[in-house]
């Protein structure tokens, strides 16, 4: 089955149970010939956690009508907003969203960006 080029997990770590309805943003680096050291995010895409807590439809898949390709050396962004997530559980979180930028080093490859997540912190890596 063909899969967005770009996917993400969201597990509660305090809970140890995947994070279901997370809003999730995805967005794409564009430099300002005016301020090159000023980042700016144009919104490219949104979804939002699964039961599983996944989010497999940002994007259509690759060579699928409507896909985006994905650019060599450019930063995007996934934003993860978890205070809504929490407030649903009872909970309240020290962050409000998770905002994870990362680069593109090879357009061909799928990037696949874990989150865990409880209320007082967050970690992420690279994941497969």
């Known amino acids: 089955m063909a899969k967005s080029p770009i996917t993400c997990h969201i597990l509660d770590a305090a809970l140890g149970k995947p994070a279901p309805g997370v809003h999730i943003h995805l967005q794409k680096s564009e430099q300002s010939a ?3 050291e000023v980042a700016t995010f144009r919104a490219l895409a949104t979804g939002i956690t699964n039961e599983d807590g996944r989010c497999l439809d940002l994007l259509p898949p690759s060579g699928t009508e409507g896909s985006i390709a994905l650019q060599e050396g450019e930063t995007y ?9 929490f407030e649903k559980t009872g909970r309240t979180t020290f962050y409000p969203w ?8 090879n357009p061909q490859e799928h990037y696949h960006i874990p989150l865990l997540i409880s209320p007082f912190s967050f970690t992420t890596y690279r994941g497969s």
């Open 98 to 105: 998770v905002e994870i930028p990362f680069t593109i080093q």
């Open 77 to 85: 962004k996934i934003v993860f907003k978890t205070k809504e997530y």
């Open 34 to 36: 005016d301020a090159p």
